[in-house]
């Protein structure tokens, strides 16, 4: 299923405090397993879900230098925690509260990665990620080139960072 970044319904979707959604991807991030409350969040079918790419459910306004850090730490072998807004298939969205951690084999070597995710604090979403996420955005936006754009809004982040004194898992447990 591939997802289209038109279809936009700014409906958002909400999900119990106690669910975990869950999801394990390959090395190349292929969907290979999903629990039911990510099927039922996202719209997806497990037909649908699994052997598509995560990038499936990526809602247009969550900035890529985001999943810039994501990668960047999960090719290191360490695991990463951040808010993330996704899109359902029918355009809807969800907040969640992402822990990615890889997934080794029984050699020790990485094999693909587990996902377990969370309801995020609304305080949380409306006075520090949302307008983070705005900026970092438009930081994007300002470039022709994606690839620049998504380099200089990692910057941007890393320099929101340094002035508040914190590394970045610092920064996401302390807000």
Known sequence: ????????????RRFAADDVIVTKTDLKGHITYANRVFLDLSGLTLETAVGAPHSVIRHPDMPRCVFKLLWDRLQTGREVFGYIVNRASNGDY????AHVT?????DGKVVGYHSNRRLP????????????????????NRHENRKEGMNRAFDLLM??????????????FSI
């Open 1 to 12: 299923m591939k997802a289209t970044n038109h279809l936009l319904t700014h409906h958002e």
């Open 94 to 97: 969800y907040w969640v509260f």
């Open 102 to 106: 890889p997934s080794c084999g029984s």
């Open 121 to 140: 604090k609304r305080e949380t979403l409306d006075q520090v990620i949302q307008p983070l996420y705005k900026d970092l955005l438009a930081e994007e």
């Open 159 to 172: 320099a929101k960072l340094k002035e508040r004194g914190l590394d970045y898992d610092e920064f996401i």
